[in-house]
């Protein structure tokens, strides 16, 4: 047998051969490679000495079974960092992509803007916007952008085709409300536009989710399902009683919020500072 002249790792696989190697010819032996003894298990060999080439190395072998590369050989792990989100240190537009990474079990760190520092570093964003996230050679814009990248790396885009398509039509319909309150919240007249939506718009919307709702919107949680709560979240912060009237939507709310990564980011206060509060 070849084992005491090309010392190789081989693995026994039982039924691959229908005999063992003797006891005797398993006792620990030195074989000299490249000048250098390394102790090595013997299956069918004898452990006869050799001079083998300076690249030689040591090995465990058995009799019978298949050679394999030594695991001493085999790659280290890559080392994972953490995708980088950048944004102000406030509860707002970064608040969905954190939480999909924490459910998607994607490693994050937030790199906090000072708005003082924002003038200075608008012009070197894509879009002059932030959140921004940077993940090895990916550096991207557009908040739902990186949520839905950080929904691929976490497994919350939606398995099933259904699942996928109302998580995208959720996704969606996040935006167009995130942008109906924040239309009045930043315009001229932000009390009575703010007012308007809390006691219209807002209602409006939630009642086309009640009628969406059985519990949750989707089988599996995705990323739309962790856009609508972020969103809710926020008109919370704005009107503690805003979602009273929809029993549905609040229990939706409800569930999520007691789930345990979520209701520990929270505990963490790792959502930032309050941003959008009525204080009239």
């Not at 032996?29 to 080439?53: D, H, M």
């Not at 990916?138 to 998580?167: C, P, R």
């Not at 399902?225 to 709310?253: G, H, Q, R």
């Amino acid at each position: 047998f070849f084992s005491g002249l090309f010392p190789v790792q081989m693995y026994s696989y039982g039924s691959a051969f229908p005999y063992a190697a003797p006891a005797a010819y398993a006792a620990p032996s030195t074989i000299s490679y490249g000048g250098f003894g390394y102790p090595t298990t013997l299956g069918s060999s004898y452990g006869y000495p050799f001079g083998a080439p300076t690249y030689s190395y040591p090995t465990t072998s058995f009799f019978g079974g298949f050679a394999s590369f030594p695991a001493a050989f085999a790659p280290a792990p890559a080392e994972v960092k953490p995708v980088k989100l950048t944004y102000f240190g406030v509860k707002a537009k970064g608040l969905l992509p954190m939480l999909v990474a924490e459910i998607g079990g994607v490693a994050y760190e937030w790199e906090k803007v000072d708005m003082a520092d924002w003038p200075a570093m608008k012009e070197s964003t894509p879009f002059g916007q932030l959140p921004v996230m940077t993940d090895g050679d990916v550096h991207m814009a557009q908040s739902n952008a990186i949520a839905l990248y950080l929904a691929k790396k976490g497994g919350l885009l939606g398995t099933e085709d259904a699942d996928f398509a109302t998580s995208a039509m959720l996704l969606c319909q996040y935006e167009d409300m995130f942008n109906a309150f924040v239309k009045g919240y930043y315009g001229p007249n932000k009390e009575a536009d703010v007012d308007a939506y809390l006691a219209e718009g807002l209602p409006s919307s939630l009642a086309k989710l009640e009628a969406l709702l059985s519990g949750s919107f989707t089988n599996e949680r995705t990323v739309g399902e962790l856009a609508i709560f972020s969103f809710l979240n926020i008109m919370k912060d704005m009107d503690a009683n805003c979602l009273d009237a929809f029993p549905a939507v609040t229990a939706f709310y409800d569930h999520l919020l007691k789930n345990e990564k979520i209701a520990k980011f929270f505990a963490d206060d790792k959502a930032g500072a309050l941003w959008y509060k009525k204080d009239w």
